[in-house]
């Protein structure tokens, strides 16, 4: 039986482990709430990765040629197979991935915002590459350091491809900018749609976001919303001029004396109704996966009953 | 590296780096394309370039549309896993595709529908996009409709089982190109005929439903076999010029491992006839089913937008 001293002495342990930066590992204990709290962060940022397959996968059967189908197809390949190193590091914590997605299903766990919004045109797919992977890398990047164990070196791979994918994003728009009129009108118009949604993903402001202070003492966030958003907004300028496109916000402006871009606020109504399901698409993205998961209900029945019969058989044997 | 440099995941954007973006730089130039420099290579002396180049698209059609189709399921799988597989073979087959398409064109250049002047689209795009429905060389099986993932694995395990033990006689074809693309096509397809053949045996032998739901989807497709193993006047030809394979002389190979396959699962092998054409003209002839129209309609229609779009 473990008594109160027993927990109070290894409290201490695991503050001094988060304090020194190293990794909190499966097998450790760890405080209840702890490792709540890193289920929820993993399993949120799985079913982003999930949820994440769709704009972009819906575009596959549409890609205008063949080098950019099998970039779209092996990219949403990834985002899967990033859900599954994600759900293995939170299935470390004692949860499994049948229960995770029961959760996603029934709204008890969410996933990012940002596959809230419709993917409209093939120029889609290059600003979701180019600022919605690069906000995610922007939030994923301080991850990699991030105290759970698993979850950190997880992040590490995910971070390479995500990296990957938001250059290849920037590439197909590059190669569009270089095309006719109407791929450059395409551009823009998708960059105008994306501008703001991308701000959003850093969060709500510091002074609005309930589980920054708890989660930056325990190390599981290393940055806030608003230093995140600012550090995005400045790398994503340059890059917007030598693209050729401009960012739909008047504020926008190099600020000298604070060294950093002065920008407008995202509609944070929309942000929380979007949040609380009311954006485009969440009925649909969640209906979708439904709709997929029982699908493939007898194929995973079938799969089970065939394990347990070559169990059986062998033991006979 | 420091903690700074770590949390900038854009450092190197804007510099030229030709690391990325599968060997192009960041500015995507066609007559770089690796796919494109591959395909060039001389044809054998005395070899027809009409025949041959009908061949290479047949080929290539087959995996263009199977990919198209097995692509559907990306988002949609039953789990993660498999997922993740058919992705895989679709990009396999995509691959396929595209270096088949574009040796039909180097070989034949008058083989890809003409557009606007100074338009960038490269030769394997002008077909793959701009074909009209009767102008695809596929056999039937590839493009239906995609039905549940025993009708995927059973046209998987069918498709691929035919085309491995084609591929592994294409490696000693006269041209340079086909052989180069079957003996590596050959190991992609060993795999995807593994991995089809151990579903189909899981489904066999899973539950009533499964089992149920493979039969159902073998005995919808076997029509559609006899379509793969019957000799085409394209395939006569080819294989008289030494560039192709009879896919008669196929059954020797194939019949076994479907065999094998079917006796696992102990499912019998199908008396079912063959599905017949109009007028005798199948796929090989550009005569199809009423889906194909559907699917071009659909993976054509970006493309056809912009026909001197630069992608």
Same mark, same amino acid.
């Given at each position: 039986?473990?008594?109160?001293?027993?927990e109070?002495?290894?409290?201490a342990?695991?503050?001094?482990?988060?304090?020194?930066?190293d990794?909190?590992?499966?097998r450790?204990w760890?405080?209840?709430?702890?490792?709540?709290?890193?289920?929820?962060?993993?399993?949120?940022?799985a079913?982003?990765?999930?949820?994440g397959?769709?704009?972009?996968?819906?575009?596959?059967?549409?890609?205008?040629?063949?080098?950019?189908?099998?970039?779209?197809?092996?990219?949403?390949?990834?985002?899967?197979g990033?859900?599954?190193?994600?759900?293995?590091?939170?299935?470390?914590?004692?949860?499994?991935?049948?229960?995770?997605?029961?959760?996603?299903?029934?709204?008890?766990?969410?996933y990012?915002?940002?596959?809230?919004?419709?993917?409209?045109?093939?120029?889609?797919?290059?600003?979701?590459?180019?600022?919605?992977?690069?906000?995610?890398?922007?939030?994923?990047?301080?991850?990699?350091?991030?105290?759970y164990?698993?979850?950190?070196?997880?992040?590490?791979?995910?971070?390479?491809?995500e990296?990957?994918?938001?250059?290849?994003?920037?590439?197909?728009?590059?190669?569009?900018?270089?095309?006719?009129?109407?791929?450059?009108?395409?551009?823009?118009?998708?960059?105008?749609?994306?501008?703001?949604?991308?701000?959003m993903?850093?969060?709500?402001p510091?002074?609005?976001?309930?589980?920054?202070?708890?989660?930056?003492?325990?190390?599981?966030?290393?940055?806030?919303?608003?230093?995140?958003r600012?550090?995005?907004?400045?790398m994503?300028?340059?890059?917007?001029?030598?693209?050729?496109?401009?960012?739909?916000d008047?504020?926008?402006?190099?600020?000298?004396?604070?060294?950093?871009?002065?920008?407008?606020?995202?509609?944070?109504?929309?942000f929380?109704?979007v949040?609380?399901?009311?954006?485009?698409?969440?009925?649909?993205?969640?209906?979708?996966?439904?709709?997929?998961?029982?699908?493939?209900?007898?194929?995973?029945?079938?799969?089970?009953?065939?394990?347990v019969?070559?169990?059986?058989e062998?033991?006979?044997? | 590296?420091?903690?700074?440099?770590?949390?900038?995941?854009?450092?190197?954007?804007?510099?030229?780096?030709a690391?990325?973006?599968? /060997?192009?730089?960041?500015?995507?130039r066609?007559?770089?394309?690796?796919?494109?420099?591959?395909?060039?290579?001389?044809?054998p002396?005395?070899?027809?370039?009409?025949?041959?180049?009908?061949?290479?698209?047949?080929?290539?059609?087959? %995996?263009?549309?199977?990919?198209?189709r097995?692509?559907?399921?990306?988002?949609?799988?039953?789990?993660?896993?498999?997922?993740?597989?058919?992705?895989?073979?679709?990009?396999?087959?995509?691959?396929?595709a595209?270096?088949?398409l574009?040796r039909?064109?180097?070989?034949?250049?008058?083989?890809?529908?003409?557009?606007?002047?100074?338009?960038?689209?490269?030769?394997?795009?002008?077909?793959?996009?701009?074909?009209?429905?009767?102008?695809?060389?596929?056999?039937?099986?590839v493009?239906?409709?995609?039905?549940?993932?025993?009708?995927?694995?059973?046209r998987?395990?069918?498709?691929?089982?035919?085309?491995?033990?084609?591929?592994?006689?294409l490696?000693?074809?006269?041209?340079?190109?086909?052989?180069?693309? %079957?003996?590596? /096509?050959?190991?992609?397809?060993?795999?995807?005929?593994?991995?089809?053949?151990?579903?189909?045996?899981t489904?066999?032998?899973?539950?009533?439903?499964?089992?149920?739901?493979?039969?159902?989807?073998?005995?919808?497709?076997?029509?559609?076999?006899?379509?793969?193993?019957?000799?085409?006047p394209?395939?006569?030809?080819?294989?008289?010029?030494?560039? /192709?394979?009879?896919?008669?002389?196929?059954?020797?190979?194939?019949?076994?491992?479907?065999?094998?396959?079917?006796?696992?699962?102990?499912?019998?092998?199908?008396?079912?006839?063959?599905?017949? /054409?109009?007028?005798?003209?199948?796929?090989?002839?550009?005569?199809?089913?009423?889906?194909?129209?559907?699917?071009?309609?659909?993976?054509?229609?970006?493309?056809?937008?912009?026909?001197?779009g630069?992608?």
């Amino acid at each position: 039986m473990t008594t109160t001293v027993d927990e109070q002495e290894l409290a201490a342990r695991f503050d001094e482990t988060v304090a020194r930066r190293d990794r909190i590992e499966p097998r450790d204990w760890m405080p209840e709430a702890y490792r709540s709290t890193v289920i929820r962060q993993v399993a949120q940022h799985a079913h982003s990765e999930v949820i994440g397959m769709q704009p972009e996968g819906a575009w596959v059967g549409r890609a205008p040629s063949l080098r950019r189908k099998a970039i779209l197809l092996a990219k949403v390949q990834d985002e899967a197979g990033h859900g599954l190193y994600l759900y293995s590091a939170a299935e470390t914590l004692g949860i499994s991935r049948q229960e995770m997605t029961q959760r996603l299903l029934t709204g008890r766990q969410k996933y990012s915002s940002i596959f809230n919004y419709p993917a409209l045109s093939y120029a889609d797919v290059g600003t979701i590459g180019w600022l919605v992977d690069g906000a995610a890398i922007c939030n994923q990047v301080p991850l990699c350091r991030t105290s759970y164990g698993p979850y950190g070196r997880a992040m590490i791979r995910i971070c390479k491809e995500e990296s990957f994918h938001q250059r290849q994003g920037y590439e197909l728009l590059l190669t569009m900018m270089r095309g006719t009129d109407e791929q450059r009108a395409m551009v823009q118009e998708s960059v105008n749609r994306f501008w703001w949604p991308a701000l959003m993903m850093f969060g709500p402001p510091d002074a609005d976001s309930s589980n920054t202070a708890q989660s930056m003492a325990w190390g599981i966030k290393t940055h806030t919303n608003d230093e995140l958003r600012q550090k995005f907004v400045d790398m994503s300028v340059p890059q917007a001029e030598a693209l050729g496109v401009t960012f739909p916000d008047p504020e926008l402006g190099w600020n000298e004396e604070r060294g950093h871009y002065d920008f407008g606020q995202p509609d944070w109504e929309e942000f929380w109704a979007v949040v609380k399901g009311n954006g485009p698409c969440n009925t649909q993205r969640i209906a979708h996966r439904q709709r997929a998961w029982d699908d493939g209900a007898w194929v995973r029945e079938a799969s089970s009953a065939w394990a347990v019969r070559q169990q059986k058989e062998a033991c006979h044997e | 590296m420091t903690h700074d440099e770590a949390d900038n995941p854009y450092a190197g954007l804007l510099v030229d780096d030709a690391h990325w973006a599968f /060997g192009a730089g960041q500015e995507f130039r066609p007559d770089e394309d690796p796919v494109a420099t591959a395909v060039v290579a001389p044809v054998p002396e005395g070899v027809d370039r009409t025949a041959a180049a009908a061949y290479c698209l047949m080929l290539g059609d087959d %995996a263009l549309v199977l990919a198209q189709r097995l692509s559907e399921w990306c988002g949609r799988a039953p789990d993660l896993e498999e997922d993740i597989a058919l992705s895989n073979i679709a990009l396999d087959l995509l691959g396929q595709a595209r270096l088949l398409l574009a040796r039909a064109a180097a070989i034949d250049p008058t083989l890809p529908p003409p557009l606007p002047d100074g338009s960038p689209v490269p030769p394997e795009d002008r077909l793959a996009f701009f074909r009209e429905e009767s102008g695809f060389r596929n056999v039937r099986m590839v493009e239906l409709p995609v039905g549940d993932f025993a009708e995927t694995i059973t046209r998987i395990l069918l498709f691929s089982t035919w085309r491995l033990a084609l591929f592994e006689r294409l490696a000693a074809s006269r041209d340079s190109v086909l052989a180069a693309l %079957a003996a590596k /096509g050959a190991r992609e397809l060993a795999y995807h005929r593994e991995f089809a053949a151990r579903w189909f045996v899981t489904l066999a032998g899973g539950t009533q439903e499964s089992r149920r739901r493979l039969l159902a989807a073998l005995g919808g497709l076997w029509p559609l076999w006899h379509e793969l193993v019957e000799t085409h006047p394209i395939e006569v030809e080819a294989a008289a010029q030494g560039i /192709g394979v009879d896919p008669g002389s196929l059954v020797v190979d194939v019949e076994p491992v479907l065999e094998q396959v079917f006796a696992t699962a102990q499912v019998e092998w199908p008396s079912i006839g063959a599905l017949a /054409g109009v007028r005798g003209r199948k796929g090989r002839d550009g005569c199809h089913t009423e889906a194909l129209s559907r699917m071009l309609a659909e993976m054509q229609v970006v493309a056809r937008a912009h026909p001197r779009g630069l992608w």
